[in-house]
């Protein structure tokens, strides 16, 4: 996925059109462009780790069936110390925007 990212900043840089806005780094660039599912790994240490990656708005909930166990997906945001809104936002609402639902 960052090969791709890096790719993006590439091209999206020649092609035609009103000039794009230049980010001041691909840290930056990812923030901004990039969406983050914690599937499959459902510690708090990953979750804080997605937090201090992207913003809250870019991570979307997944489990990675049937690869990995599901036991643990719903208690893993349960437990997690955000606040409720917050858990919405990753359980359902960040998707919802994403995919246009």
């Given at each position: 996925?960052v090969?791709s990212?890096?790719?993006?900043?590439?091209?999206?840089?020649?092609?035609?059109?009103?000039?794009?806005?230049?980010?001041?780094?691909?840290t930056e660039?990812?923030?901004?462009?990039?969406?983050?599912?914690p599937s499959?790994?459902?510690?708090?240490?990953?979750l804080?780790?997605?937090?201090?990656?992207v913003?809250?708005?870019?991570?979307?909930?997944?489990?990675?069936?049937?690869f990995a166990?599901?036991d643990?997906?719903?208690?893993?945001?349960?437990?997690a110390?955000?606040?409720?809104?917050?858990?919405?936002?990753?359980?359902?609402?960040?998707?919802?925007?994403?995919?246009?639902?």
């Amino acid at each position: 996925m960052v090969g791709s990212v890096v790719g993006c900043w590439h091209v999206r840089g020649g092609l035609a059109g009103p000039p794009l806005q230049r980010m001041t780094s691909r840290t930056e660039y990812f923030r901004e462009n990039v969406y983050i599912a914690p599937s499959g790994l459902f510690g708090q240490a990953q979750l804080r780790f997605c937090l201090e990656t992207v913003p809250l708005e870019r991570i979307v909930f997944a489990v990675d069936y049937p690869f990995a166990s599901n036991d643990g997906a719903v208690a893993f945001l349960d437990e997690a110390d955000l606040p409720e809104q917050s858990k919405r936002m990753i359980a359902h609402e960040n998707a919802e925007l994403l995919l246009r639902l």
